[in-house]
């Protein structure tokens, strides 16, 4: 190699040492890529740019470790003699530790890319706001230019008159300056994003170019203009019908082009349409138009063009001009791809890169600038700026920061996955502490205002940052009076752990105001915190005849400096000469009511006309202070930004203007934050009446409850505390004002006590006995609300709970040691026998003695004597030894969580506690214990043996791969790169190249293929393996569902006809149907994926899908692909055309797989709140037989005892077999036992499918 053809990379590598480029985790994953096949970073030899490069790291060795090629490069370079001198000179001073790393998504490499030639380009149509899916790619473009020291592109795409609008473009420029000190909306929305571009430009800059390259079109015979209506054309191009004028000589097309560029009558009936092919199954490509005429003026070249060109042409044209190397677009250009790379080579341009990531999209929310426009017109939101818009001012305006912003898109990285996200992750990004994104530039040396890539440093976002202030709800205030508090005025940090937010001064005094709810929640004698103040004890509380706290009187313990276990509380004083601020605290809600909207549906039918609420407040007076885009936390409330400052009254109105504030999401809190303190367990009257229900009520009254709760909380006072504070006064006897003779209230007669608690009594019966039965839901949940209204009233009148229902088992019945001698005995403990591990069997949960419940017993104890207290003590030395009978039973084997109510827990439980899933200690990866294998055991046999009726053959090839042989099929690879596991490194020895784990066998078996084949005899080929395979890269795995490590059969087939190939797709495809409703018994729908979902580098993909109704969504069960012959042609795979010698063609390829997903499906499915249920053909064991609570320990006149309780069982010789999925009892006799059991398994199939 001569010295000429390496000067240039070394001075690359020099320039990237020089300017600290492996401070990120982008730069750092790229140099590991880089060195993943070499020993010199240039040439043969070592260079100053390994010298230079080993400098750079030296500093950063304690963090290589995840780079395992830059680790053997480093030690490599470490090892030299030369290097060992220098070091031993001069000992390495000690390394700085690297800043903590932000949450970064996965970033793909650019293919092609070159350090310092990399150009991208941001292209937005000039005719609107940036929302945050351009906010993406504007930063998806900047993180690419700013890694590769490259060059950012704005290019402003005004090819359509009718959408580009003058108030898009005249407007005052904030912080941008040029000659003109004009600018676009759209330059300032990059401003805030903090993005500079280095080259502006506009599509029109370049009309000429583009007619010049329709002419050239026109002249090839490659355009043709056509008249046909718009509405046929696009029938036409559905149903691949050729225009009437696609076959027009090229005079005829240039005569009518020349109409249309003049703008005649009859030239804007005509456009100018590309000659691709109608026939082609890619539907962009059916001669798309390239022109349309439009006679309106355009903002910037006036009446100039007659005729403007569409994006989908002068886009790969520009980009070809500009000297764009990498064009980034998201996935749903993806069909353009191929009209954007005939363009070009039809005109002989240079072509880009091309590369596509996800679309940024977002539930209850639309993105559609049509569709954003008509809220504006409609007159629904205030503007564009609106902060329930995703615009990128409207988020902004409501509280987002840049930093955040910025760390939320770079944690997505350039993934291609489309998904919907929530709102809460980008706002939760937004509040949380520690790293964001930050670049940090550094100038070249070689060149002025080039940037080298930043790093990523830490930044605090809003949450160690906001300063903290106080503001109660203006209309519930209540005053406290204290005695021994003077006025004076304290200074104390705005934020309580970061003193450099600075400091405000607290005014405090002898009266102070409390928020209502809190205040409704206090007690005599209780000892609370004022926050930034001290302790105070409450010593008389007076309310209005309505029962309301009016007003508080306390005093203050400055002794007692023991703040834990106290009530918090928020306050302000009320002292001479020092005003309160005015404010309105603002919170918004989604404008789109549904979460996710189906293409056919209208969004206008889900407008949210109630998005804003709004509550006035009294505030600290340093919030007098604030200014607009301040972000303050408004303390118990929230973070929240000032859109509004305070301003004093007007000289003309006299009207002081209210400091408005708007709440920022947090990423958790769904409603406003409020003030009302949560108060502890055994004080909160609120749980005292509630807990008892909810353990009696279903989940759906229960929910039932809680709605109704929130419907009755007045509008601007949904607080927990309110809620609270209004059901105790509805459920619990309001005590008088302090100072008042408590009210005479008839003591409730003997008689109607009795009564009471004997209908409590019956319709407890009753409950018990519909529930018993099995009767419906809803029955059962009326009778319970009965009974807790009955239940609520006896409270009311005596001040005590109910008594509960004695068990039988209190007097010794055995009926009470039969059912606990099958729970215990039975095997019921495990999940996977359907045995009682259930909550249902913990027992009856008594209600501790709580304070609220003291105060009853002293009001009974002042009513009733003596004789009371003595009643009660042995109610309750009763009730103490019932819990300590039963507590002998309790257990933890059964299943604690709900499939209903938190299905992520629900699942996790069932299969740990089924005894299918051991956790490991390589995330992703688990130990699938005999009692799973056996179950993926049988679903081998069923499919083995079918598979083996069409002459497919098992065989096994190696789980490693060589990287030239995984990366032979780009297409396919690129699909798998992020997730494969590579080998690179035995024992302590640096391999020499990595080897990959198969994360599919394609690239491992078609080599083999092509060996195998050599005329259409060696065909067909029928190949599976069942085997393991390691997809790595993803977050959040789920056992069985998606882990890193999965067993799985896949099959791999090669054919000389593509039809026979066809054929084996829809049958394996039917055997996978086979699997799931006859082996599981879950219904399945067979179809095709789309071209974004199928499988990478296959001609189409068919799927069965199962329905999982917990999580209301459908989960790939299997699927079958039909490769065509792209992957035989990569691999050479070709047979001799039979009766033509020396014609060769390529096999035509399938593959198909199954995984032990099927184990966790069947587990979503039939499992339910009881433990695990399995379809009978997969569960190797199939009857559990429990004895009837005979223990060995027992007396022969306990044996007896228990046999005298089944005395019809006996008698008739009969047993009672209980199948688990129904729960139904079934009489068998024991001469038929047999036989019933063992057809039993495939009714039950039946009936579960």
Not at 470 to 496: F, Q, R, S, W, Y
Not at 1027 to 1044: G, I, S
């Amino acid at each position: 190699m001569s010295l000429g053809a390496i000067v240039h990379p070394i001075d690359n590598w020099l320039d990237r040492s020089l300017a600290s480029d492996f401070t990120t985790d982008g730069a750092l994953k790229n140099l590991d890529s880089i060195l993943l096949p070499r020993t010199y970073l240039v040439g043969y030899d070592v260079t100053l740019a390994d010298l230079a490069v080993f400098a750079a790291l030296k500093t950063e060795n304690g963090s290589l470790k995840s780079y395992p090629n830059i680790s053997r490069w480093f030690n490599f370079c470490s090892s030299l003699d030369s290097l060992k001198a220098v070091l031993k000179r001069h000992p390495q001073d000690e390394a700085q530790p690297r800043t903590k790393q932000a949450d970064i998504g996965k970033f793909v490499e650019l293919p092609g890319a070159e350090m310092g030639k990399v150009v991208t380009r941001f292209p937005p149509e000039a005719s609107g706001y940036l929302h945050i899916g351009h906010a993406k790619a504007a930063l998806l473009n900047q993180y690419y230019q700013q890694l590769f020291n490259g060059k950012l592109i704005m290019r402003f795409d005004d090819t359509n008159p009718d959408k580009e609008k003058v108030h898009f473009e005249e407007v005052p420029r904030v912080g941008w300056g040029d000659q003109s000190g004009e600018g676009l909306v759209i330059k300032e929305d990059v401003a805030l994003l903090e993005i500079k571009p280095d080259h502006f430009s506009f599509t029109s800059d370049f009309f000429d170019k583009c007619l010049e390259y329709a002419d050239q079109l026109i002249q090839k015979g490659l355009a043709y203009c056509d008249d046909t209506p718009a509405d046929q054309m696009k029938k036409d191009r559905e149903n691949r019908v050729e225009s009437k004028n696609r076959n027009n000589s090229v005079e005829t097309n240039m005569a009518l082009w020349k109409e249309m560029k003049c703008g005649t009558e009859k030239g804007t009936t005509y456009c100018l349409r590309a000659k691709m092919d109608m026939q082609c199954d890619n539907g962009c490509m059916r001669d798309p138009t390239l022109y349309r005429s439009k006679l309106e003026p355009h903002p910037r070249t006036g009446d100039k063009y007659k005729v403007y060109p569409t994006y989908d042409f002068a886009c790969p044209i520009v980009d070809s001009l500009e000297g764009v190397t990498h064009a980034l677009r998201t996935t749903e250009y993806h069909d353009r791809d191929d009209q954007y790379f005939w363009i070009l080579d039809k005109l002989e341009l240079r072509k880009p890169y091309i590369y596509e990531y996800s679309r940024l999209n977002l539930q209850n929310t639309v993105l559609s600038k049509r569709k954003l426009t008509w809220f504006v017109d409609s007159g629904i939101v205030t503007g564009w700026e609106d902060p329930r818009f995703p615009t990128v001012r409207g988020v902004l305006r409501r509280g987002m920061t840049v930093a955040g912003l910025k760390q939320f898109i770079a944690s997505q990285g350039s993934s291609r996955s489309v998904v919907t996200m929530e709102w809460d992750k980008i706002w939760a990004c937004n509040r949380k502490v520690g790293v964001v994104i930050k670049h940090v530039a550094c100038n070249r040396g070689g060149g002025s205002g080039q940037l080298a890539a930043g790093r990523w440093v830490a930044d605090w976002v809003i949450d160690p940052i906001a300063p903290r202030y106080t503001a109660l709800e203006k209309d519930c205030i209540v005053p406290l009076t204290l005695e021994g508090a003077k006025v004076e005025c304290k200074t104390i940090p705005k934020h309580p752990k970061n003193p450099e937010v600075g400091e405000k001064k607290v005014w405090l005094g002898p009266k102070v105001f409390l928020e209502g709810a809190d205040a409704e929640l206090l007690q005599v004698g209780e000892l609370v915190t004022l926050i930034n103040w001290g302790n105070v004890v409450i010593k008389k509380i007076n309310r209005d005849n309505e029962g309301r706290v009016t007003s508080l009187e306390g005093s203050v313990d400055s002794e007692n400096t023991d703040f834990r276990n106290t009530l918090k509380l928020t306050w302000l004083a009320d002292v001479p000469d020092v005003v309160l601020t005015p404010a309105v605290c603002v919170q918004f809600d989604h404008i789109i009511s549904k979460g996710v909207l189906k293409p056919e549906e209208d969004f206008k039918n889900f407008v949210n006309y109630d998005s804003m609420s709004t509550q006035e407040m009294l505030g600290d007076p340093a919030l007098r202070d604030l200014k607009k885009g301040d972000i303050i936390q408004l303390q118990r409330r929230g973070f929240f930004i000032c859109d509004q400052p305070y301003s004093p009254p007007s000289v003309h109105s006299s009207k002081e203007t209210p400091c408005t504030l708007f709440l920022i999401p947090d990423g958790h809190t769904k409603a406003m934050p409020t003030s009302g303190g949560k108060r502890r367990k055994s004080t909160d009257p609120l749980l005292e009446i509630q807990q008892p229900a909810k353990k009696q009520r279903g989940p759906s009254a229960i929910a039932e409850e809680e709605t109704d709760k929130k419907e009755e909380v007045p509008a601007g006072k949904n607080s927990t505390a309110a809620t609270a504070a209004k059901a105790a006064e509805e459920a619990v006897p309001v005590p008088p004002t302090q100072g008042e003779a408590p009210a005479q209230t008839p003591a409730p007669s003997k008689a109607e006590l009795e009564g009471l608690e004997k209908e409590i009594k019956e319709q407890g019966d009753k409950v018990r006995q519909l529930k018993s039965s099995g009767a419906e839901k809803s029955v059962v949940d009326a009778e319970v609300a009965i009974l807790l209204g009955l239940k609520t009233k006896l409270k009311g009148l005596t001040g005590e709970e109910a008594a509960p229902a004695k068990k039988e088992k209190e007097g010794g019945g055995a009926k009470g040691k039969e059912e606990g001698a099958k729970a215990k005995e039975g095997g019921g403990g495990k999940a996977k026998e359907g045995g009682g591990g259930k909550a249902k069997q913990k027992p009856p949960q008594e209600k501790q003695p709580s304070s609220g419940k003291q105060e009853g017993a002293k009001k009974t104890e002042e009513k009733k004597g003596a004789a009371k207290v003595e009643q009660e003590q042995g109610k309750k030395e009763k009730e103490d030894q019932a819990k300590k009978d039963e507590g002998k039973k309790v257990t933890r084997l059964g299943l604690e969580a709900t499939k209903e109510e938190n299905t992520s827990e629900w699942y996790s439980q069932i299969i740990t506690k089924a005894e299918m899933i051991e956790y490991y200690d390589v995330s992703g990866c688990y130990i699938l214990r005999p009692w799973a294998f056996a179950i993926w055991e049988r679903i081998q046999a069923f499919f083995d043996a079918e598979i083996r009726k069409l002459g497919v053959e098992n065989a096994y090839f190696p789980m490693f791969v060589s990287r030239g042989a995984l990366e032979k099929e780009k297409t396919h690879i690129a699909d798998f790169a992020p997730e494969v596991a590579w080998v690179t490194r035995s024992g302590s020895t640096e391999l020499a190249e990595p080897i990959a784990i198969r994360p599919t066998s394609e690239t491992v078996m078609y080599p083999t293929f092509a060996r195998w084949v050599q005329s259409h005899r060696d065909l067909p080929i029928k190949i599976n393996q069942w085997c393991n395979v390691v997809r790595w890269e993803f977050k959040h795995p789920q056992p069985f569902l998606r882990t890193r490590e999965f067993l799985w059969q896949e099959g791999h087939t090669a054919y000389e006809k593509k039809t026979d190939a066809e054929v084996e797709v829809m049958v394996i495809l039917d055997l996978y149907r086979r699997v799931y409703e006859e082996l599981l018994a879950i219904p399945v729908v067979p179809g095709k994926k789309t071209e974004k979902e199928k499988f990478a580098g296959g001609d189409y993909t068919t799927t069965i899908e199962a329905f999982i109704s917990a999580s209301g969504r459908g989960i790939q069960g299997a699927t079958s692909h039909h490769l065509g012959q792209n992957f035989s042609k990569m691999f050479n795979i070709q047979f001799e055309v039979p009766g033509k010698e020396g014609e060769h063609d390529f096999a035509y390829q399938n593959s198909w797989g199954l995984t032990t997903r099927t184990i966790g499906v069947m587990t979503m499915v039939h499992g339910d709140n009881t433990g695990l249920i399995l379809p009978p053909p997969v569960a190797c064991v199939q009857v559990v037989v429990i004895p009837c609570g005979i223990k060995a320990s027992m007396t022969e006149k306990e044996k007896a005892a228990v046999l005298d309780t089944c005395p019809n069982d006996v008698k008739n010789s009969q047993f009672v077999a209980i199948p688990r999925d129904t729960g139904e009892k079934i009489a068998v006799g024991n001469d038929v036992a047999v036989a019933r059991v063992k057809e039993t398994p495939g009714r039950n199939v039946q009936e579960a499918f």
